[in-house]
């Protein structure tokens, strides 16, 4: 108990810390000495409760509670504030009715319901914490160097790092409370944490700035991720009263276990999925992550990979053993297959590899709720699998695409021509990260290997169609890009020289965890994911991907690894002069064509706009989503009528 409480409380401490110092020096000693205690405090938690699967907690305390109100209504006051100032009234409605709400049933009903466990931790939670403590702070620890630049750049010179950097840890220790709470109005305390820090790293160059320098689009997109995520958030607080009013309990553990016993708690739970679907930015709330990306690059890494968006997931796969052929497992299953299908075509547009980034990251959440929603062990086994690969990958490639930004001055795909030449080192990691996103023998394709094989079990033929084709078109994308980065082109300055040292130890650190945990693949599975389900599920007869597939898969990234090793630097580089179809300039980058102009030699992709443009697959499935949503609270509304649900 102490631990989790230590992970929760330390970094508040390392925030305050940040936001007191002014000094580059002494933010990066916090910084970097903070995030090493927060990775030992994580491990140390995970090997002290990982021989017993896990142990629940009392931590009842009045005092805490107490806390939490003032703190939940304290935020509450500063959202309605900005709200009205930036005249964006209908956050200042979401405000004016979940707050009271929540606040009406705590001292009410909720101040009459009995507590046996606040807190808990279990192998799910021992993947997330591992997540949220390793990913979470190397982005931070990124972002010394990425924010020295960023700050190069701001038009009215004035320093706000310490408060960027104050609510990247404020961030880190939600997202601990969130994992770790087993009373839902604590996590719901947490949650709306999440929902604040995010509307301030988003709106971190519009919001707090004068007139004459405030990024309207940064203001727009906080807000934007804030009411729909407040939206959210009052799904979240409708579903815990009615918890409390038709169980008489708030704790995640007793509804879930009513539940797998065959008591109904279709209602609650399709609330709670609702909040998860906002959190993970499932259509039709996609919009709030895409306009996440006018802020720093570590807020995107931060939002995309390791906490936001994991806060949404973790919730509906915890809610899995309730879910399946409900309507709040319909909901889940086909909002997120939906989802995958209609981003993954959107990134095929897509040229700015920010945005290809996001539409990915959208799609493969889609793909965890799909699984989650089906609620069998074999697609929650896929479903956890893919949050373990996505949090690493999709953190790689952020924080590259961030520092080829800085360093080429475009973060556009098509602009990193020779960006081998250019940038080797970091073009090698994002080779690595592109590989682990789709390739075999790397985690993501077999975790959707194992996803299909789960969905063929449970009969579900739309859900088939939809991974197939949108594994299609995810295959399409990343490939180009794949193209682009190990296209060379002798003559290019070498950039590398010119990124930062903190930028680089993340780089090459998530390429290498990438690469490691592929190869600990059966490892986590038995250890930590199977023990899981048969902790959620019971008994579990068979998963998607059996032990000798995934020992054949790690063998395979064994020799890719070996035969790196074993042949790096042993070849004599041979450069041959390019036939361009003129006459070449000498230096292989540029000719004169048949007009004798001179041409700069560049690859182009294809991006078959007229047929996936984000417009129209944004449109199809925003309307689909959306429809489909409406029709499942209007079910369980009409079913709570009817006494049933």
């Not at 209504?73 to 009205?84: D, P, Q, R, S």
């Not at 929902?195 to 007139?211: A, E, Q, V």
């Not at 990979?305 to 889940?332: D, E, R």
């Not at 920010?354 to 793909?367: F, P």
Request: net charge positive; with cysteine; proline share 2%.
């Amino acid at each position: 108990m102490s631990t989790i409480i230590f992970l929760i409380v330390f970094p508040l401490v390392v925030a305050v810390a940040l936001l007191i110092l002014k000094a580059d020096a002494a933010r990066d000693i916090v910084v970097k000495v903070g995030s090493a205690v927060i990775i030992a405090a994580s491990i140390y938690l995970v090997v002290k409760y990982f021989s017993s699967g896990g142990q629940y907690f009392s931590a009842s305390n009045e005092a805490v509670g107490t806390a939490m109100t003032i703190i939940s209504a304290l935020l509450a006051i500063v959202g309605f504030v900005l709200g009205i100032k930036y005249k964006k009234y209908l956050a200042c409605l979401l405000v004016v009715v979940t707050t009271p709400l929540q606040l009406w049933f705590e001292f009410t009903k909720g101040h009459e319901i009995a507590v046996n466990y606040n807190m808990y931790i279990d192998r799910l939670s021992m993947i997330m914490v591992l997540i949220i403590g390793i990913i979470g702070t190397l982005i931070c620890v990124y972002a010394l160097g990425y924010m020295k630049d960023d700050q190069k750049h701001q038009k009215d010179g004035k320093d706000r790092r310490p408060w960027f950097f104050f609510l990247m840890f404020v961030f880190l220790s939600a997202m601990f409370g969130i994992v770790t709470s087993n009373n839902l109005l604590w996590m719901f305390f947490f949650w709306e944490i999440t929902t604040y820090c995010s509307f301030f790293l988003i709106g971190y160059n519009g919001l707090f700035h004068k007139k004459e320098f405030e990024d309207k689009i940064a203001t727009r997109n906080a807000f934007r991720a804030f009411i729909m995520t407040s939206l959210g958030g009052l799904g979240f607080v409708i579903g815990i009263i009615l918890l409390g009013s038709g169980l008489g309990t708030i704790e995640l553990s007793t509804m879930l276990a009513y539940g797998s016993m065959g008591g109904s708690v279709v209602a609650p739970a399709l609330f709670l999925v609702f909040a998860g679907l906002t959190k993970a930015a499932q259509m039709p709330f996609d919009s709030w992550l895409l306009g996440a990306m006018v802020a720093p690059t570590p807020t995107s890494a931060l939002l995309h990979s390791s906490t936001m968006v994991k806060a949404g997931v973790f919730l509906i796969i915890k809610l899995a053993p309730v879910l399946g052929w409900n309507i709040a497992g319909i909901m889940a299953m086909f909002v997120g297959g939906i989802t995958f299908l209609m981003t993954s075509f959107a990134a095929i547009g897509q040229s700015n590899g920010k945005k290809v980034l996001a539409y990915s990251t959208i799609s493969n959440l889609g793909l965890i709720c799909a699984c989650g929603g089906v609620g069998t062990p074999e697609a929650v086994w896929a479903g956890i699998m893919l949050i373990i690969f996505h949090a690493i990958t999709k953190c790689l490639m952020f924080l590259c695409v961030g520092t080829a930004e800085h360093q080429i001055g475009s973060r556009n795909i098509e602009d990193m021509d020779g960006l081998f030449e250019k940038l080797p080192r970091l073009a090698g990691c994002m080779m690595i990260g592109i590989a682990g996103m789709y390739l075999a023998p790397f985690g993501m394709l077999i975790s959707k290997w194992a996803t299909l094989t789960a969905f063929v079990d449970s009969g579900n033929i739309l859900l088939i169609l939809i991974i197939c084709f949108g594994s299609a078109a995810t295959v399409f994308y990343w490939t180009k890009w794949l193209g682009k980065l190990s296209a060379t082109m002798a003559g290019r300055e070498n950039l590398q020289k010119n990124v930062h040292g903190e930028e680089t130890f993340v780089h090459v650190t998530l390429a290498t965890l990438t690469v490691l945990v592929c190869l600990c693949f059966p490892f986590i599975s038995s250890t930590l994911v199977v023990p899981y389900l048969v902790s959620a599920f019971g008994a579990v007869d068979a998963l998607a991907l059996s032990a000798n597939n995934m020992i054949i898969m790690c063998i395979m990234i064994a020799v890719i690894v070996l035969l790196f090793i074993f042949f790096f630097g042993r070849t004599n580089k041979k450069i041959v002069p390019i036939y361009m179809n003129g006459v070449n300039e000498g230096d292989n980058l540029s000719f004169k064509n048949a007009f004798q102009a001179p041409t700069e030699v560049g690859l182009r992709n294809w991006y078959m706009e007229s047929y996936f443009g984000e417009v129209k697959m944004n449109v199809i499935g925003c309307v689909a989503t959306a429809v489909l949503e409406v029709a499942c609270i209007v079910a369980v509304a009409a079913l709570m009528l009817g006494g049933i649900a």
